[in-house]
């Protein structure tokens, strides 16, 4: 699975080098960097050698305490001559911390030019990396984060029969899907727990798949001919939302002026089909079939699944209901929208699961 791949300027970093072990005894850099930020502007401090044998955990719980005067002691010992906007980004990531503990936003973090989605309870020194800044020709050991903020999805759900029920068809159209497009032809009977024993039942109760427990330990899945239907009217689906609201994904608005093309245009394209009255939770699941978001997860898809950030990797953004315009305004990039691809009504599908 794609990893992230950030380069510093004038830094080189070399994951997991061989000679890493010279550097046992030395401090590390911790670094961490947002997704979407230039990681020159990433945050960083340097650590004592002690917790490279701890976890991710327990680094993340000593630079980033709750306590402020904790907090005020690891902001006097960062690099603010060379960069000074390290105490408000530093601010900032304590405050994110402090959001999920609250369980307000969802955190995942990755390891660059490592592994993604990272169990923060793994061992640091086994995600270390080597660095060597090529003006001063030092070298160091780090460890550098980088950090996925999502929404909390599904808060807006009132009834929670009718939201395990669509968790549980978002999981089997996410297995079908996979079994469909990438030939998962069996998988072991140990592995059938949680979310996949969720997705498998789903899937058999619509009778999209067959399963075959003939071979022991290993369940052989095959495709129903309702199942191969299925996959169709789903890139149907696809191609409605796409058809539809692809045009609010870069919107610019000043008043009396609206560019759905704009570079730095915003993604409404969520807010809209809200607006229409559809699911967002549905329709963003389903763009995300089609256009190789769970491609780019097939190989990881069991450990995906899995996971309990699953639905806030791949559903956070349906979850976002702020906008940075007003009604109003909002109001009146639907109508513009909806007349430029010539539909002036609310667009109406059945969105039955």
């Keep these: 699975m794609p990893g992230y791949e950030l380069a510093l300027s004038g830094i080189t970093e070399h994951y997991r080098a061989a000679d890493l072990a010279d550097y046992r005894d030395q401090n590390t850099v911790f670094r961490v960097t947002l997704s979407g930020m230039h990681p020159d502007d990433s945050f960083y ?18 630079v980033f305490p709750s306590e402020p005067d904790k907090q005020k002691d690891r902001m006097s010992a960062l690099d603010v001559v060379e960069h000074p906007d390290l105490p408000n980004i530093y601010m900032y990531l304590a405050e994110l911390i402090e959001s999920e503990a609250k369980r307000e936003v969802v955190l995942d973090w990755s390891i660059n030019l490592g592994p993604v989605h990272v169990d923060p309870s793994v061992t640091v020194q086994d995600y270390c990396s080597l660095s060597y800044e090529a003006t001063s020709a030092e070298s160091y050991k780090t460890l550098h984060l980088v950090l996925d903020e999502y929404e909390i999805p599904f808060k807006d759900y009132e009834d929670q029969s009718v939201l395990h029920d669509d968790k549980k068809a978002f999981l089997g159209l996410y297995l079908h899907y996979l079994i469909c497009n990438h030939n998962m032809k069996t998988v072991p009977s140990s592995a059938i727990r949680g979310n996949l024993e969720e997705a498998l039942d789903y899937c058999i109760d619509e009778n999209l798949i067959l399963l075959d427990q003939s071979e022991g330990s290993i369940i052989t899945i095959s495709v129903t001919e309702q199942g191969r239907k299925k996959i169709a009217q789903l890139e ?29 245009g915003i993604d409404l394209r969520m807010a809209a089909i809200r607006y229409d009255g559809l699911n967002p939770y549905r329709a963003n699941m ?8 769970y491609d780019d997860h097939a190989d990881s898809w069991q450990n995906e699944i899995q996971s309990e950030k699953f639905f806030a990797r791949f559903f956070g953004g349906a979850a ?33 699961l």
């Design 45 to 62: 401090i340097e650590v004592p050698a002690k917790f490279a044998s701890g976890s991710i955990i327990d680094l993340l719980e000593y």
């Design 286 to 293: 389903v763009i995300n079939l089609f256009t190789g978001v």
């Design 236 to 264: 149907q689906e696809c191609q409605y939302y796409i058809d539809n609201y692809d045009i609010f994904s870069s919107v610019f608005f000043e008043e009396g002026y609206i560019d759905f093309k704009s570079e730095e």
């Design 320 to 352: 976002v209901q702020e906008l940075e315009l007003d009604a109003e305004k909002f109001e009146q990039v639907m109508l513009q929208g909806k007349q430029n691809i010539g539909v002036l009504s609310k667009g109406v599908m059945d969105q039955d």
